[in-house]
């Protein structure tokens, strides 16, 4: 018996009034739901997309993410409810509140729900997957906990003095073994440090067009790849290896390659539609094709005379629409929250002038280019 462990929690549910049951895994879930939420909409807020657009895309993007989720769970270990001597029933194949997400299934379902929610507002599905990672790290670093009130998916037998006491009736347990290695904690506390780093890395580096995604699915793959290797449950085995881990592998390869072939790429990201015009649209950074100085060149001179007055960027209203800066080396993070960003001055009319004098004027102010 090691001289310290960490003990587990008696029970997972709780009856609300005698009657509601408030499951911790469930609530656990929820609130690295809300977590993820409040992170990724304050970061787009900073990085100049309209209020409540991560809110909304959430309404996508949470249940596909369930579904996604579970379908990857019990299709890697179908033989919990459909083997022969399966300790579940089948039904309980639905039953999420026991336990049971695949974080991959639940990415790529929960990526299609955004992708159509991004698709409705033009918006670029890049620009937000840089801007939720660290939100879904955290997300997982907190949905980890319902594992240790479910006493499930720990490690080995250790020793060691933060060694995780479970029941022994629990299924993975090894006769004479009291304690194991606490995977959810070990696995809560890399994604909550994954969580800074891409935060950081985001800043410090300018990374877009998906870039802190691709770094978020490489670092939580490495981390999953050790962990995984010291769970104890039941999972199929390719060479020695567990199916989870063979994934990660595949998956951290993948987000490396995509990591190297984007690195140069700097094309606009749209953040959609900007409040109140339905016709403007936000936009990360500048365009690698060079579509300014074709729409420059296509509108003649008088266009180029009037845009080197300040037109350029400014809508048939004339209010600028900018709403983040356009500088490609910008951090697209909250480290310069673009609605803070001071407005550019301009002069009124000159006293004096004629007529046609001040219609040159209020078009150079007022007037797009068009190509």
């Given at each position: 018996?090691?001289?310290a ?6 029970q ?29 909409e304050?970061?787009?807020?900073a990085?100049g ?8 895309l ?25 083997g ?10 639905l ?23 991004c698709?409705?507002r ?6 937000v ?8 790290a955290v ?5 980890r ?43 809560s ?15 410090k ?36 290896l ?17 990591y ?6 700097t ?20 365009s690698?094709?060079g ?35 356009e500088?490609p ?5 909250p480290?310069h ?28 102010e ?6």
């Open positions: 018996m090691p001289l462990s960490i003990p587990s929690p008696s997972g549910v709780w009856q609300l009034f005698g009657v509601i049951p408030i499951r911790a895994y469930a609530l656990c879930i929820v609130l690295g739901v809300v977590a993820a939420v409040v992170i990724g304050r970061r787009w807020r990085r997309g309209a209020p409540g657009t991560i809110v909304d959430a309404v996508w993007a949470v249940p596909f993410g369930l579904v996604g989720g579970r379908l990857y769970h019990v299709i890697t270990d179908w033989q919990l409810y459909f022969e001597d399966a300790p579940n029933r089948p039904i309980e194949a039953f999420i509140w026991n336990g049971g997400l695949g974080i991959w299934g639940a990415i790529a379902l929960g990526a299609l729900g955004v992708w159509f929610g698709r409705n033009g918006i670029s599905l890049s620009a997957a840089d801007t939720v990672a660290p939100g879904i997300a997982q670093a907190i949905g906990w319902g594992n240790y009130f479910n006493q499930e998916l720990f490690g080995s037998p250790t020793d060691l003095p933060w060694g995780l006491e479970i029941d022994p009736d629990r299924p993975g347990t090894v006769p004479g073994e009291d304690t194991y290695h606490p995977t959810f904690l070990y696995e506390i890399w994604d909550l440090g994954l969580a800074f780093v891409l935060i950081w890395a985001g800043r580096f300018a990374l877009r067009h998906g870039r802190v995604f691709a770094l978020y699915v490489a670092g939580y793959t490495l981390g999953r790849f050790w962990i995984e290797g010291l769970r104890v449950d039941a999972a199929h085995e390719i060479l020695g567990r199916l989870n881990q063979w994934t990660s592998i595949v998956l951290l390869i993948g987000a490396l390659a995509y190297v072939l984007t690195r140069d790429k094309g606009e990201e749209s953040l959609g539609t900007v409040p109140g015009d339905d016709k403007a649209v936000m936009t990360a950074s500048r690698e094709d579509d300014d100085a074709e729409n420059a060149a296509a509108t003649g001179s008088d266009t180029a005379d009037a845009t080197a007055t300040g037109s350029d960027g400014a809508d048939a209203d004339g209010a600028d629409p900018a709403a983040v800066s500088d080396d910008e951090p697209a993070d480290a929250p673009a609605d803070q960003a001071d407005e550019p001055e301009t002069g009124g009319p000159v006293a004096g002038e004629d007529d046609k004098s001040q219609r040159v004027s209020a078009t150079a007022g007037e797009k280019g068009t190509s």
